[in-house]
């Protein structure tokens, strides 16, 4: 028997606590929680791309604002971080990608989320073993005194727990920091298929 097919019984309250995710990640990728280590790790790859360019004050703003996103991770109960800890032409790849529960009370407000979300964002959505997924991007052009072009783009796909689970859906959201000059490069292109790549490799399973 299948994992949805057990599942749309009435699983006991153990069983409900046993379902958890599987995640492929090709090598030169590891996983972290949200700590110190995975921080100074990300801050590795914000001076890769900033310390070329000759622009600390960037570099600082942008130390700053990957303190308070990882306050921020915590607050929102993220569960993982997986940082890219190879180095590719002597730089880390600037990305990352967080494991967190959806911003919802629970799998009831998934319509309500989705509302919220097809008004702000182009909502791609597919179903995969009944279960909802879904794919949306947010850009950024930001910078400290927005005179140069470094953004992100963030990739977020969103999975429909198994529904007797009583779960909130899981999201992955994949964010790139693009540095200055690659803003119209093959960079974006490659990396938004490696993060297409990954969470296509999601599956819900149970532990035993």
């Not at 990728?29 to 790790?41: G, P, Y």
């Amino acid at each position: 028997m299948d994992l949805k097919s057990e599942l749309n019984g009435a699983p006991s309250e153990e069983t409900r606590l046993s379902v958890t995710y599987s995640l492929m990640f090709p090598p030169g990728w590891k996983r972290f929680s949200i700590d110190d280590e995975a921080e100074k790790v990300f801050v590795k790859s914000l001076k890769d791309v900033f310390q070329p360019h000759g622009l600390a004050k960037d570099y600082m703003y942008y130390r700053a604002l990957t303190h308070q996103l990882f306050m921020d991770m915590k607050k929102k109960r993220a569960s993982s971080i997986h940082l890219p800890v190879k180095a590719i032409d002597g730089a880390l790849l600037p990305a990352s990608i967080v494991i967190l529960p959806a911003p919802i009370g629970g799998a009831h407000q998934l319509a309500d989320f989705r509302n919220r979300l097809k008004t702000r964002h182009e909502l791609d959505e597919r179903t995969e073993n009944g279960l909802a997924v879904w794919r949306w991007e947010e850009r950024q052009s930001a910078s400290s005194a927005g005179d140069f072009g470094v953004g992100a783009l963030t990739i977020h796909h969103l999975f429909e727990a198994p529904k007797s689970t009583g779960r909130a859906p899981l999201m992955l959201s994949s964010t790139l920091l693009v540095p200055p000059g690659e803003e119209k490069s093959d960079l974006i292109g490659i990396v938004t298929d490696l993060f297409d790549a990954i969470a296509g490799t999601f599956n819900w399973v149970r532990t035993t």
